[in-house]
């Protein structure tokens, strides 16, 4: 398991990703995210899963859901 300190909620995961990683939440890339994060078999799911954990890989996705729920995207 990762170290550092994961995100807890969903205002730390957001903040994490589009501004320490400066990675917008585009439609596109939030639903490119899903698709990866939800096949057992992909090579970066199964990492994922080594650094952070599963549960952690279950709530990281349902974060992404609620953005695309919300339509709370960035501009592409």
Known sequence: MNKARLPQDFDEWRYCIETLCKTPL????????????????????????????????????????KVQEDGAFADE
């Open 26 to 65: 585009t439609e596109s890339f939030v639903a490119q995210r899903l698709q990866e994060l939800g096949q057992l078999d992909n090579k970066l799911d199964k990492r994922f899963v080594e650094l952070y954990g599963e549960e952690h890989r279950a709530q990281v996705m349902t974060w992404y859901r």
